[in-house]
């Protein structure tokens, strides 16, 4: 069984930058794909970016250069900085961690970006 938690985020101003924390727990080596998706209010969940086990990124086209992801394939881990935030970044963001042709969700941390 994976247990996955994200940490780090909460509210933000325009423009400022957060990083986003996530670990993998459990019987869990080797884990394959860790990424980040959100899901906007309103809206279905999407993929913000991943990152393989061989270290090769996926980025949603509004993330290209505004965030970025990696990981700490050590410590089954994956941050995502998140630069220059706008109140359209405001979304609940979720890890997930593959393992074993599975994939496991985190519960959520909410992101609140505003004036």
């Known amino acids: 069984q994976v247990q996955v938690v994200e940490s780090g985020g909460g509210p933000a101003l325009i423009g400022e930058s957060r990083r986003l924390s996530c670990r993998a727990f459990?019987?869990?080596?080797?884990?394959?794909?860790m990424g980040w998706f959100r899901q906007r209010s309103g809206e279905t969940r999407q993929l913000v970016a991943d990152i393989g086990s061989d270290g090769l990124m996926n980025y949603a086209l509004y993330a290209k250069g505004r965030f970025s992801i990696s990981r700490d394939a050590s410590a089954n881990a994956v941050y995502l900085e998140m630069n220059n935030l706008t109140p359209e970044d405001t979304a609940v963001y979720y890890c997930?961690?593959?393992?074993?042709?599975?994939?496991?969700w985190g519960p959520g941390t909410q992101v609140t970006v505003s004036l």
């Open positions: 997930t961690a593959d393992y074993q042709g599975r994939r496991y």
């Open positions: 459990g019987n869990t080596f080797p884990i394959g794909t």
